[in-house]
């Protein structure tokens, strides 16, 4: 059955498949051992910050970006990126050193659930710490190093590539996404996404939203997978508006069309759409997705593991997807780090179908990666084999773009 036959009921109504085992830290464990590394090697030793020039000068953090490093006793660093991303109501990066140097030394990269999990109850109440999930996602960089295996190997791997999606910015007119949409099928896209135009500030225009649909639609033709993202901006009328046409362009996802608190909203959507509802980048944490799932709130799960503990906490969050017969489609944004992090989630995951790539390809590398994320000749993106997160560091150039280590 082609994904665009796929209709939301047939797919939600399905029966649940059976879940993969996934035991952290246990299977990390052996493949740990079978490598000979001794408990002691994987005691952390270090905790500091690179904070590199941004490239070409870009204002981000001040024209800066910052690194966070976890290092072993035996010289294993885990890394991942320390920034300000999507709004968060526990967000600031900036303290993340002084609270990793308090908790993590002299404990185990082995222990990361013991780290980082907010199962107790009073921190259940509060959205997820995003200190947790960046230091989830340092360790798992040492596991996988420690093992010498890729950490989709570790969380399990379902798969060796996943079909990527080309993920439009928010341009400004229909010929701009018309010409982005042939941008992206002449580099070998075999889908598109599109990030409809913001007016000025948050303001939106729905019905430049639907000229922009169906431009798109009819250069695409027929059978080409579109995707929509509209942020969480639409009202509930403009909402239904929209998702209305989309439906009859047999578009196959509808994401964020209202804001995430709108769950009535949400779940009268979603009932009364064929295409699927696509939430989560907006949940900050995995212990409320429950109740989305059960409200009938969406139809696909998304979500961004810098807001819900890292690595760990995505894989809860697409484990819980699979037991409900749903799709999780991941978000992926920035730069090799920040897309590896959700694409090992995506490779354990048999409820995954898309990969996000940055629109256009390759707009979001840094010079300081040996490794460049692109997609193959059929449209995937292949599965790093690299250990760790798979994408090795250039410390030639990170040295000339330092600016300082803080410690």
């Known amino acids: 059955m082609s994904v665009m036959n796929v209709s939301r009921r047939s797919f939600v109504g399905a029966s649940a498949a059976s879940a993969t085992a996934w035991a952290m830290p246990e299977a990390a464990r052996a493949a740990v051992q079978a490598a000979g590394v001794k408990p002691n090697d994987l005691g952390i030793k270090e905790v500091k910050v690179y904070v590199l020039q941004s490239r070409a000068g870009a204002a981000v953090g001040g024209g800066t970006q910052q690194l966070a490093s ?8 885990g890394n991942y990126t320390l920034a300000t991303r999507y709004f968060h109501p526990n967000w600031s990066n900036l303290g993340w050193l002084e609270y990793a140097k308090r908790l993590l030394p002299g404990k185990s990269a082995l222990d990361g659930p013991a780290i980082t999990s907010q199962w107790a109850p009073g921190a259940r109440r509060q959205g997820q710490s995003s200190y947790a999930s960046a230091i989830d996602n340092c360790l798992w960089d040492i596991l996988g190093k ?9 969380l399990g ?3 060796n590539r996943v079909r990527a999606y080309a993920s439009s910015q928010h341009l400004k007119t229909v010929e701009d996404f018309v010409a982005d949409l042939a941008h992206a099928r002449k580099d070998g896209f075999t889908a598109y996404k599109i990030h409809p135009p913001w007016l000025t500030g948050t303001a939106v225009d729905y019905e430049l939203d639907i000229e922009v649909a169906k431009a798109v639609r009819k250069a695409a033709g027929d059978h080409y997978p579109l995707l929509f993202d509209r942020v969480g901006a639409y009202t509930r009328d403009e909402a239904f508006k929209v998702g209305r046409v989309l439906d009859e362009l047999h578009y196959v ?16 959507l979603a009932q009364a759409l064929d295409l699927p509802v696509t939430i989560g980048e907006f949940i900050f944490s995995p212990y409320n997705y429950a ?7 969406c139809d696909e799960v998304r979500f961004i593991v810098d807001n819900v503990g890292g690595i760990s906490g995505g894989m809860k969050i697409g484990r819980l997807a699979e037991l409900f017969g749903m799709e999780c489609q991941p978000h992926n944004w920035g730069t090799a780090l920040d897309h590896a992090v959700h694409f090992h989630c995506e490779l354990a995951m048999p409820n995954n179908t898309w990969f996000e790539m940055t629109q256009p390809q390759g707009i979001t590398d840094q010079p300081y990666f040996k490794d460049l994320i692109r ?12 250990p760790g997160l798979g994408y090795e560091l250039d410390r030639d150039v990170m040295d000339k773009m330092m600016v300082r280590i803080d410690r």
């Not at 976890?70 to 660093?77: K, L």
């Not at 109740?291 to 709130?297: E, Q």
């Not at 059929?378 to 084999?385: E, L, N, Q, S």
Request: aromatic letters at 8%; proline letters at 9%; a negative charge.
């Open 253 to 268: 996802s509808n994401e964020d069309p209202l804001p995430t608190t709108d769950m009535d909203g949400l779940a009268a």
């Open 70 to 77: 976890i290092v072993t006793n035996s010289g294993i660093e």
């Open 146 to 154: 420690a093992a010498g295996l890729p950490v989709y190997r570790l």
């Open 375 to 386: 997609i193959d000749k059929d449209g995937y993106v292949p599965a790093p084999t690299k």
């Open 157 to 159: 791997a379902y798969k």
């Open 291 to 297: 109740d989305y799932i059960r409200r009938g709130c």
